[in-house]
């Protein structure tokens, strides 16, 4: 069995209150921080590069229906075992910010069957959650 490498995404996101998105990635997530000029930061975002951009133009809110809930897209997120999706949904349960979707399990007892939760950052910016019992049946169909 070969090993793949997992290789870093970049994703550089708009904010409009860079301290405010700084505050809240860092109470939710386990993020680091890496360069930075007065109208961007770089986070580490799980071993990849996220970054927050000072804009006056947020992205555009749009939604797709996906068992049973109106998803928003755009949106980009992570994929974690269950015990680090229960971590980030408690630092959201004791947190100022609301579940965008609460938790659920999504495509229960189906190929792909997951955990999933939506949250938005202060700037619109939607993020999902996810956890497999198995990360091997995340492209399952």
Same mark, same amino acid.
């Given at each position: ?21 700084? $505050?809240?990635?860092?109470?939710? &997530?386990?993020?680091?921080? +890496?360069? =930075? #000029?007065?109208?961007? @930061?770089?986070? !580490? ?24 809930? $109106?998803?928003?897209?755009?949106? &980009?997120?992570?994929?974690? +075992?269950? =015990? #680090?999706?229960?971590? @980030?949904?408690? !630092? ?50």
């Amino acid at each position: 069995m070969s090993t793949k490498i997992m290789h870093p995404f970049h994703l550089a996101i708009p904010v409009n209150d860079l301290d405010m998105c700084v $505050d809240f990635y860092k109470e939710i &997530f386990p993020v680091s921080f +890496g360069r =930075s #000029d007065s109208t961007w @930061i770089d986070l !580490n975002f799980y071993g990849h590069q996220l970054v927050l951009h000072l804009s006056n133009k947020l992205a555009e809110e749009n939604y797709n229906h996906v068992d049973g809930d $109106d998803v928003p897209y755009p949106h &980009f997120g992570i994929v974690l +075992g269950i =015990s #680090d999706f229960l971590e @980030i949904k408690h !630092n959201i349960e004791k947190s100022d910010y609301d579940f965008f979707i609460k938790p659920k399990v999504r495509f229960e007892n189906m190929p792909g069957e997951q955990h999933t939760m939506f949250i938005k950052d202060p700037s619109n910016n939607f993020i999902e959650i996810k956890a497999f019992a198995d990360q091997n049946k995340l492209f399952e169909t």
